[in-house]
């Protein structure tokens, strides 16, 4: 059983940045990891996800070019690096592992084994 703790939520003005957290217990495997948030009245929707055995990466169009994901793989560790926060990124975030290959279906929150207890994140106009 891997344990996923998120962290680096909190509260922040349009145009500014935040940097999420997600470290995993284990640390014997590599791992898909990604990042889902969900708002509110909508539906869960799949952010990025990196696998920590190589450097691809995978993006939501809308977040692309704003955010960044990265793994330490010394620290067991997966961040998230979001800039130019826009109100509409407001929701709660979760990191998720499932112990294979990231591929398309990135997004697919079912695939995934583990997930993180989540870690608010609020953007003001």
């Known amino acids: 059983q891997v344990q996923l703790v998120e962290s680096g939520g909190g509260s922040v003005q349009a145009g500014g940045s935040l940097r999420l957290s997600c470290a995993a217990s284990?640390?014997?495997?590599?791992?898909?990891m990604g990042w889902f948030r969900q708002a509110p009245g909508k539906e869960r929707e799949g952010v990025a996800a990196?696998?920590?055995?190589?450097?691809?990466?995978y993006y939501a169009d809308s977040v692309k070019g704003r955010f960044t994901i990265s793994a330490d793989n010394d620290k067991n560790t997966v961040y998230l690096q979001m800039n130019s926060l826009k109100p509409e990124d407001t929701a709660m975030y979760y990191c998720?592992?499932?112990?294979?290959?990231?591929?398309?279906?990135?997004?697919?929150?079912?695939?995934?084994?583990?997930w993180g207890q989540g870690t608010q994140v609020t953007v003001s106009s």
């Open positions: 998720a592992a499932v112990r294979r290959m990231c591929g398309s279906w990135y997004e697919r929150g079912d695939i995934y084994d583990y």
């Open positions: 284990d640390n014997a495997g590599y791992y898909c």
């Open positions: 990196a696998y920590t055995g190589a450097s691809r990466t």
